[in-house]
């Protein structure tokens, strides 16, 4: 059993939403829909545009739901993406463009009072998802935010030899027989490892906290072919495929210490964009979303208030 010394974080997430179910392809998808927050019972007037999150790989909704709970000001949807957490696996291939398919699907018909004044967040793999809905379909939303924004190939980045060792791993749950390769997969020793090698807090609470979210929520997904496409997807594209079609207003909020994508890394992948926005949270690393979501937020909340006043 894994265990640790350190205290639980007091983290408490008091927000609550309406869980939407919707069909692709023939699939049911669920998204958590929270309704912008009120201290005075007129939320019309101070509610900001409603924000859509896609979350990273392995992970699920409740990863994203520390940014949720510090953005009251906003309706904030965040879907499970199919094939994790509670979303049912798509037909075929999980790649980037299955998963932009979903995002556009949602956003066009699959969820109520949806419109273009919506916000595309992505965190993580989710920024590699965003930004292609983004260039595809720049109709559907308003604003795109990318948190920890893949910037670079995963094998070009400041971690090169930390990430083939990764695509080694996930080649070998490829080759195993299916038990043993989704033992491997889920294995909690590994996800321990995984869980302590992004985590770059001091704060010993909230690193108990981060690993307890990982184990609770990473190995949550519906089968070994779908986890290995999205690898596949995560370290094979990039945002930076379809940075130069993004012509609405960008906000790119990157991590000094993000393992997966260098702070110059980052600062050529907002020069491409025709409006971008790029801020570097200090001494943070690839878990902004769970170890600066009060930060992020406070961010999201500025860019979006200039453009909504």
Wanted: with cysteine; aromatic share 6%.
């Amino acid at each position: 059993m894994l265990t640790s010394r350190a205290p639980a974080a007091d983290i408490r997430l008091t927000r609550r939403a309406t869980v939407r179910t919707f069909t692709v392809d023939g699939t049911l998808q669920r998204c958590w829909d929270f309704p912008a927050l009120s201290s005075d019972h007129n939320a019309a007037a101070i509610a900001g545009p409603p924000i859509f999150m896609l979350h990273g790989f392995r992970g699920d909704h409740h990863g994203l739901l520390r940014v949720v709970e510090a953005l009251p000001r906003h309706r904030v949807l965040v879907p499970d993406l199919p094939g994790f957490g509670s979303g049912q696996p798509l037909q075929g291939r999980h790649d980037v463009g299955a998963y932009a398919g979903f995002a556009a699907a949602a956003l066009s018909s699959g969820l109520p009072d949806v419109g273009p004044d919506t916000v595309l967040l992505g965190h993580s793999f989710g920024s590699i998802i965003a930004s292609r809905v983004a260039a595809e379909h720049p109709d559907l939303i308003s604003e795109l935010v990318l948190m920890n924004p893949i910037c670079e190939p995963a094998l070009e980045g400041p971690k090169g030899i930390t990430s083939k060792a990764a695509e080694l791993y996930y080649l070998a749950a490829a080759r195993l027989p299916e038990p043993l390769g989704m033992a491997l997969l889920q294995h909690p020793v590994i996800v321990r490892g995984m869980s302590i090698f992004m985590a770059k807090t001091r704060d010993p609470g909230l690193r108990r906290w981060i690993h307890g979210q990982h184990d609770a929520y990473f190995s949550a997904f519906a089968n070994r072919d779908v986890v290995l496409d999205a690898f596949r997807a995560s370290i094979s594209a990039t945002v930076r495929d379809t940075a130069e079609q993004l012509e609405m207003p960008v906000l790119l909020i990157a991590a000094e210490r993000d393992d997966l994508g260098s702070v110059a890394g980052q600062r050529r992948l907002a020069a491409l964009m025709p409006d971008a926005e790029l801020h570097i949270l200090p001494g943070v690393g690839h878990l902004v979303h769970y170890e600066a979501p009060t930060q992020a937020a406070e961010l999201i909340s500025d860019f979006l208030r200039r453009r909504h006043p």
